[in-house]
């Protein structure tokens, strides 16, 4: 596969009286305690694919590209934050998202000779291919960019966009709701977006009574390995990847869920048995099954809650920023799920931490995500995602994208999840790892379900 990158272009955001945020010279926006975990973590990248036989060369540059530029522009008057950076004053306790007039959204333009349906399939897909549809995220001790994009036109195909960013500044559901508004400005050559997807700046409802800025900063300096510059905004080190590292996007039907779904009622009706508890056991014991080696291995799982309505007040639900709670099970032996009741067991795991998000305070966000560094495990799932955020639904006039890759999950042992594209309570499961283990992943997956 071969790039060609043809323009890196600055895309400001269109001047406007009305926007949400109106930048007179420069302004900033303090990170919360519900941002702050995620300030040295790496980049979220997502790429979406939209198919377009009519792609040609000359489509692309004068029509496809010049739409796109645009609506990004206009839909950045309501999202000024991401044309902007994360900083971390000296006279300042904690980071802040700092827009300044002259900011701007970097936008690659580039061109690949690569197979579209394949890059754009289910099965095994390298992911350093995948990568090459990504934007760099420029991110320094100093400053770290918010986000940038890269649209690259696979000629009579179609074409990608990926994007890329920083996960202090916005959660997945923020990040959805973006590429939704700028999807609804392109395709319908308007001005404006509709209020469900006008973001709320409003972060006075997120009051730090208890010092958790300063617990969650201490855990963050904690973790870094530089202990020299407290301040450093340097990710953690990215996961060398070798060649043999595939993504696959693994589907259950609505069906399947349904199948796996009576299984655990005939063993413990009284579970909470929702989709994304189903999906996420059945995907975690296919996983331990895999990976294989001692019965007695230590092994964990968490995954993250969106307290928008939790809090109370309530937050919008177009808060833009982060708001999510990490829950999670640590230091279950592998054996667990190893056996036939594994998956009933993994069900039941989460059914508790579903069930006791409605209980959970705030004030101890500090502690869950101290926890979840604290357990040495030698496999350890996560989820990026959610089958609630509509990724399909981000059409830009050119229908809805064919396939939405999470990439970024190659960096840990976390899973993606989302809806499934054509069919109503399905759900799509992407998943990176080695190609031996990830054949011994399909493998199970697919037996397990008709056992």
Known sequence: MTLNITEIARVTPAADSDSVLNLASSFTIPLTFFDLPWLLFNPVK??????????????????????????????????????????????????????????????????????????????????????????????????????????????????????????????????????????????????????????????????????????????????????????????????????????????????????LRERVKNVSPSLHLSTFVIAYAYTWTCFVKARGGSRERSVSLLFVGDFRERLDPKLPVSYFGNCMFPVGSYNHKAVEFMEDNGFVTAVGILSDLV?????????TIGESFADSFAFKSTQFGAVAGSTRLGIYESDFGWERPVKVDVVSIDQGESISMAERRDESGGVEIGMCLKKTEMDKVLSFFKNDLHN
Request: aromatic share 8%.
């Open 46 to 259: 997502r790429v979406f694919f939209y198919k377009l036989t009519e792609s040609t060369r000359e489509h692309f540059n004068s029509i496809i590209v010049p739409k796109l530029k645009l609506s990004l522009s206009l839909v950045l008057r309501n999202y000024l934050p991401l044309s902007g950076r994360v900083i971390w004053n000296p006279n300042e306790p904690k980071p802040s998202i700092v827009i300044s007039q002259d900011d701007a959204v970097s936008v690659t333009i580039a061109e690949t000779d690569a197979d579209f349906s394949h890059l754009s399939g289910y099965g095994q897909r390298p992911v350093s291919e995948l990568h090459k549809l990504l934007p760099e995220l420029p991110i320094s001790d100093e400053s770290a960019t918010a986000f940038s994009t890269q649209i690259t036109l696979f000629p009579n195909q179609g074409f990608t966009i990926g994007v890329a960013a920083h996960h202090a500044v916005l959660d997945g559901k923020t990040s959805s709701m973006f590429i939704k508004a700028w999807a609804h400005i392109c395709k319908h050559q308007l001005k404006n977006i509709p209020e469900n997807l006008t973001p709320s700046y409003d972060r006075s409802l997120i009051n730090d009574h208890t010092g958790l800025d300063e617990k969650i900063i201490e855990t963050v300096r904690f973790l870094k390995r530089d202990k020299t510059n407290i301040r450093s905004l340097t990710p953690f080190p990215s996961r060398k990847l070798g060649e043999d590292v595939v993504l696959a996007t693994l589907v259950l039907s609505r069906d399947d869920i349904e199948r």
């Open 355 to 363: 069930k006791g998000l409605s209980s959970r305070k705030v004030e």
